[in-house]
């Protein structure tokens, strides 16, 4: 696939609260391209969920545009919005979210039923995105068996099993020591790479940029500016 991933203008949105209401994400311009690794770093508070939950579809935008994969969710009845996530794109969330009373590999079967595989199909991809974050040992064990990094790369054959264009993880390494992390990193670019997908990543930890293409800062709701990984220091190249 050519040009953008994602493409975001002017996008914006705000939550209810006790105070009024919070505005999370105010006129956030972002563009990733197809088959690159775009990593989106700022402070705590700053909208970086908010701003990949609206790119991965899980919630509504207030204003502006958002085209995925050259789609606008927003215009799709829900049902198709649904499937076109379903189909298209993964997510890691910043929790988890693995459901404990099933196994490794009923979990990473998950996105395959929902497309509809037969239950033969999704047990044999699920085992082999298992295989391919180094799992395939722990394929019938439940997340309470499995250590943080363990479960976490788990959420990763999840939501990588059904081959989406589009990979988008909120802090998928923030559990993780120094050494896993970049493990679960390494594992993370070289499967977008081998699957032809575009990556989206979260994240507050400065060890892992030199896996990114180009890092996009964001500060009060806005994207500040965007540039390549400068090595050690966290800051970027325009
Ligand atoms: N469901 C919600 N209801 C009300 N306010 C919310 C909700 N979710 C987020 N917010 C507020 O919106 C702002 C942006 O939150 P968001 O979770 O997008 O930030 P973040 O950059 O991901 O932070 P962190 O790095 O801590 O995960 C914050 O002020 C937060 O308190
Ligand atoms: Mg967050």
Redesign the pocket.
Known sequence: MTGAAVLCRGVGKS???AAGR?Q??SGADLEVRAGEVMFLV??????????I?IIAGVLRRDTGECRILGTDLDTLAPAAASAFRRRHIGFVF?AFNLIPTLTAQENVAVPMLLNGAARSAARRAALEALEAVELGAHAAKRPSQLSGGQQQRVALARAIVHGPALVVC??PTSALDHHTGMEVMRLLRRLAHERDSTLLV?T?DHRIYEFADRIAE?DD?RILRVGAPRPNDGSTVP
């Not at 402070?43 to 969920?49: A, I, L, V």
């Open positions: 939550y209810p609260s919070v999370a994400v700022g402070p705590s508070g700053c909208g970086k969920t908010t701003l939950s910043q909120d802090e979260v507050h964001m709701g």
